[in-house]
């Protein structure tokens, strides 16, 4: 995982800089960086820039993808939910979002009412989320969403596996980062690429299935491509196939008995 330093573009906000700096432990520099990769906070958002390959790299829960997601998502009926099992749930469970990433899936989880927990290893990452958390949680339309959203930087397996048995989740979710070895893919998502040279692969993915399948009292789901490979180790109970993504369910019953 590649440290990444803060660079406050906007002298107004040089106290909210320092606060990202502090909590999620990053370097914070008085000038831009000629190199590299670099977090740099303007006056509208935090990003994740560097120098001339792709755009911004931000979280969002207020406009774009999210608001489309939030408007027009389809509900219940939408694969993660799914997964999650929230079709046809009279309670919804509690949800920990293991490798929360941009929070992407953790945004559409609580649009739907779900109390999410997103954990965050990256710093990087970490302090993109909070950004985005703090402005949704200063927007009408998101405000209530977010609040149902809490983020936490840690490991998620040292963080799942010290968890008391009444804060364990109904729910854990894991969409592991892999190396990407499809150049196609690679070369449409270059944000992504961006994103994922910054927060680094998840290459422990088979000792945080096991501490989630641990933690979790419902289910785990992992968020695969459709013909990527499972996590190595334990067999899923039930595959959710879509048209580009694929949920592998770890259902803890089946599991227990089996």
Same mark, same amino acid.
């Given at each position: 995982? !590649? ?8 002298? @107004? ?28 906070? &303007? ?6 820039? !560097? ?7 931000? @979280? ?27 079709? &046809? ?13 941009? &929070? ?5 989880? #609580? ?13 990087? @990452? ?19 969403? #977010? ?33 990407? !070895?499809?150049?196609?893919? @690679? ?22 299935? !096991?501490?989630?399948? #641990? ?15 499972? %996590? ?19 259902? %803890? ?6």
């Amino acid at each position: 995982m !590649t440290a990444t330093p803060l660079y406050c573009a906007e002298p @107004a906000r040089i106290d909210a800089a320092r606060r990202l700096a502090e909590r999620f432990d990053l370097l914070l520099i008085r000038q831009r960086p000629a190199t590299g990769y670099w977090l740099e906070l &303007g006056p509208e958002r935090l990003e994740l820039v !560097t120098t001339g390959k792709h755009g911004a790299v931000y @979280a969002e829960f207020v406009e774009g993808a999210a608001r489309h997601r939030r408007e027009q998502g389809g509900g219940r009926g939408q694969p993660v939910a799914k997964a999650v099992g929230l079709k &046809g749930a009279k309670d919804l469970p509690s949800v920990v979002d293991a490798t929360a990433g941009l &929070g992407r899936d953790s945004f559409v989880l #609580a649009t739907l009412g779900c109390r999410v927990t997103m954990v965050e290893r990256s710093p990087a @990452a970490a302090a993109l989320l909070a950004d985005a958390l703090e402005r949704a949680l200063r927007d009408d339309a998101t405000r209530d969403i #977010a609040a149902r959203m809490t983020l936490v930087h840690a490991s998620s397996i040292a963080w799942l596996g010290s968890l008391a048995e009444a804060e364990r989740p109904d729910v854990v979710f894991v969409d592991p980062m892999f190396p990407d !070895t499809d150049k196609k893919s @690679a070369a449409a998502k270059k944000d992504m690429q961006a994103f994922q040279h910054v927060i680094g692969d998840d290459m422990d993915s088979s000792e945080l299935l !096991t501490a989630a399948i #641990a933690a979790a009292k419902v289910r785990v789901v992992v968020k695969r491509p459709r013909l990527g490979a499972a %996590i190595a180790g334990v067999k899923p109970s039930a595959v959710l196939d879509g048209k580009s993504t694929r949920f592998d369910l770890y259902v %803890i019953k089946a599991l227990a008995s089996g």
